[in-house]
């Protein structure tokens, strides 16, 4: 029988999977009814897919693996079973009537969430410890999934026009001041990157396993990621004219796409503004840049620098002038609001001088939430990695040399997803996500 400690996580389980459903919820509320069958990114699915995704995964995952469940509608399991990431520029080209009305889907998603949690209720009790275990960890994996799609169709939903969305109130943002930029010295150290035990209080995905040790040699990191002030000035500067700086591929994505600005920025007649979730405001210099990896790395020659690799970031956010580590960059309290922009408190960025109380133990600022962090470590298997059985093509689908590792977190971001192994991961040239950087000399 299920161990008493199991039936307790049981609830808290449900509960947070009921949390995260209402965190997509409110983003669908956020659509006009004719903005549905919009596609908003190029490269993505229109929003109706997200609609019926995330039931269709959480379906897909737990129905008749876990729960014994029988299929009631096989042709929207998969439809949506499938999202996208599409490598060497092929597009979709589906069309808006190709896919289900919105209510269809909704009583498909209604049907689903029904089936799940009755089955959930009633299987629990009387499933071992061992099984219960696994469940428990299938539960985590549908949390995070659709947290994580909370976060990606959020950054999908910033590209719809004002007009096709209903606006939220927004905490007004602190005037904007000039940010000084400077670095710190980070002595030479280790850092232990992955996630060690494993269980529902410990819960990984399968890329954040093993822990292993990694020196790091001494290096300098910038204290504030790069500023759109900053930023700015490579632009004055022609550094999207400028090939030098460019990988031959970033180079080949600037001039066919005709990149020559962060897509989160708009020029509008004789200066330039930001593209917000509702709206644009004049340029908020202190507020973090967000661009694409090859944007990040071409600045990063620019001022004859580097990015940070996974190791160095680990090291700066994580690490102390003594042997251990800390949990998050501010120490071990669990994440708070006076730690840094993150957990759905707000849609944009904030000054990267807004957190104080969230710096390293080496005066490193802003390194959780407000933005992922790109690294220059190209995204691959830990020693030791194996991949979840249930969902092997997770990570294994992407160790293709095509996509970097992230850190950290975005205003976006769950909590949950704050923890030291989590892992992002993109492709250089996705300019969409929230995702910032700073500089490093070796």
């Known amino acids: 029988m299920a161990t008493t400690s199991t039936t307790k996580i049981q609830p808290t389980l449900m509960a947070r999977l009921g949390e995260a459903r209402e965190r997509t919820d409110e983003l669908f509320r956020l659509l006009r009814p004719e903005a549905y069958f919009d596609r908003p990114i190029p490269e993505r699915h229109r929003n109706i897919f997200y609609l019926g995704h995330l039931e269709a995964f959480d379906w897909n995952l737990l129905s008749e693996r876990a729960l014994g469940l029988k299929s009631f509608k096989p042709e929207f399991d998969q439809l949506f079973a499938f999202g996208i990431d599409p490598v060497g520029g092929s597009l979709p080209s589906d069309?808006?009537?190709?896919?289900?009305?919105?209510?269809?889907?909704?009583?498909?998603?209604?049907?689903?969430?029904?089936?799940?949690?009755?089955?959930?209720?009633?299987?629990w009790a009387s499933l071992s410890s061992d099984l219960a275990a696994s469940l428990e960890q299938l539960l985590n994996v549908a949390i995070e999934h659709r947290l994580m799609h909370a976060e990606t169709f959020a950054y999908m939903l910033h590209r719809l026009p004002v007009s096709r969305k209903i606006s939220q109130p927004a905490p007004p943002a602190a005037p904007s001041k000039p940010i000084m930029?400077?670095?710190?010295?980070?002595?030479?150290?280790?850092?232990?990157?992955?996630?060690?035990?494993?269980?529902?209080?410990?819960?990984?995905?399968?890329n954040e396993f093993k822990p292993h040790r990694v020196k790091v040699p001494a290096f300098c990191i910038d204290v504030y990621p790069v500023t759109n002030g900053e930023f700015l000035k490579f632009i004055n500067a022609g550094g999207y004219e400028n090939q030098s700086l460019w990988a031959e591929e970033a180079w080949q994505w600037v001039t066919s796409c005709e990149v020559r600005?962060?897509?989160?920025?708009?020029?509008?007649?004789?200066?330039?503004?930001?593209?917000?979730?509702?709206?644009?405001?004049?340029?908020?210099?202190?507020?973090?840049?967000?661009?694409?990896?090859?944007?990040?790395?071409?600045?990063?020659?620019?001022?004859?620098?580097?990015?940070?690799?996974?190791?160095?970031?680990?090291?700066?956010?994580?690490?102390?002038?003594?042997?251990?580590?800390?949990?998050?960059?501010?120490?071990?309290?669990?994440?708070?609001?006076?730690?840094?922009?993150?957990?759905?408190?707000?849609?944009?960025?904030?000054?990267?001088?807004?957190?104080?109380?969230?710096?390293?133990?080496?005066?490193?600022?802003?390194?959780?939430?407000?933005?992922?962090?790109w690294t220059s470590t190209i995204f691959s298997p830990f020693p030791g990695f194996e991949p979840f059985p249930f969902y092997p093509g997770y990570s294994a689908n992407f160790f293709d040399g095509r996509h970097y590792v992230l850190k950290g977190g975005s205003a976006r971001t769950a909590a949950c997803m704050l923890r030291r192994s989590f892992r992002n991961w993109f492709q250089p040239?996705?300019?969409y996500v929230y995702a910032k950087f700073r500089c490093v000399v070796r």
């Open 95 to 123: 069309r808006a009537k190709d896919w289900p009305p919105v209510e269809k889907i909704r009583r498909y998603n209604r049907r689903v969430r029904h089936e799940l949690d009755a089955a959930l209720e009633r299987v």
């Open 181 to 206: 930029p400077r670095m710190v010295e980070i002595p030479a150290g280790e850092a232990t990157l992955g996630l060690g035990a494993k269980g529902p209080e410990h819960f990984g995905w399968d």
């Open 261 to 373: 600005h962060p897509a989160f920025w708009v020029w509008s007649g004789a200066s330039w503004h930001y593209r917000t979730m509702f709206g644009e405001v004049p340029l908020p210099l202190d507020w973090p840049v967000y661009v694409s990896h090859a944007e990040a790395a071409a600045y990063a020659r620019w001022t004859e620098k580097d990015l940070p690799t996974e190791a160095e970031w680990h090291r700066a956010a994580l690490g102390t002038t003594a042997e251990h580590e800390r949990p998050y960059p501010w120490g071990s309290q669990p994440p708070a609001r006076a730690f840094g922009n993150f957990d759905f408190h707000r849609w944009d960025p904030v000054s990267v001088t807004a957190h104080p109380a969230g710096a390293s133990a080496f005066g490193v600022m802003d390194l959780v939430g407000n933005g992922w962090e």
């Open 429 to 431: 040239h996705y300019p």
